[in-house]
């Protein structure tokens, strides 16, 4: 995503696409970004705290993923609900491939 910043260095205006205002780009699962996009649902505490979850879930797939490549663990070890969480996730990230929404090869650099 493209943001524009106010005189404090905020986050002020968002946008998908690089616009002479928005020209500073910031990865989609940024926690800057996704605590500005959650502002309104609270104080900025916990949006902060949130938006650190919602990365952090990017790092656990990862993780889970590293570990099945190495066989470390493999996915029927896993409960039946982490197996269905993992296997939607895994969809719903194909899907965005599929529709070309996160650009690039590499999935931290993609826009959604």
């Given at each position: 995503?493209?943001?524009?910043?106010?005189?404090?260095g905020?986050?002020?205006?968002?946008?998908?696409?690089?616009?002479?205002?928005?020209?500073?780009y910031?990865?989609?699962d940024?926690p800057?970004?996704l605590?500005?996009?959650m502002e309104?649902e609270?104080?900025?505490g916990?949006?902060?705290?949130?938006?650190?979850d919602?990365?952090?879930?990017?790092?656990?797939e990862?993780?889970?993923?590293?570990?099945?490549?190495?066989?470390?663990?493999?996915f029927?070890?896993?409960?039946?609900?982490?197996?269905?969480?993992?296997?939607?996730?895994?969809?719903l990230r194909?899907?965005?491939?599929?529709?070309?929404?996160?650009?690039?090869?590499?999935?931290?650099?993609?826009?959604i």
């Amino acid at each position: 995503m493209y943001i524009k910043r106010d005189n404090e260095g905020r986050i002020e205006l968002i946008s998908r696409d690089e616009t002479p205002e928005c020209a500073e780009y910031l990865p989609a699962d940024s926690p800057e970004l996704l605590a500005f996009l959650m502002e309104g649902e609270g104080s900025r505490g916990p949006a902060r705290f949130q938006a650190s979850d919602l990365a952090f879930v990017r790092v656990l797939e990862d993780v889970i993923e590293l570990l099945m490549d190495k066989g470390v663990i493999s996915f029927t070890e896993l409960p039946e609900a982490a197996q269905q969480k993992v296997m939607e996730r895994q969809t719903l990230r194909r899907r965005l491939h599929g529709l070309d929404l996160v650009g690039g090869g590499d999935e931290e650099s993609g826009v959604i």
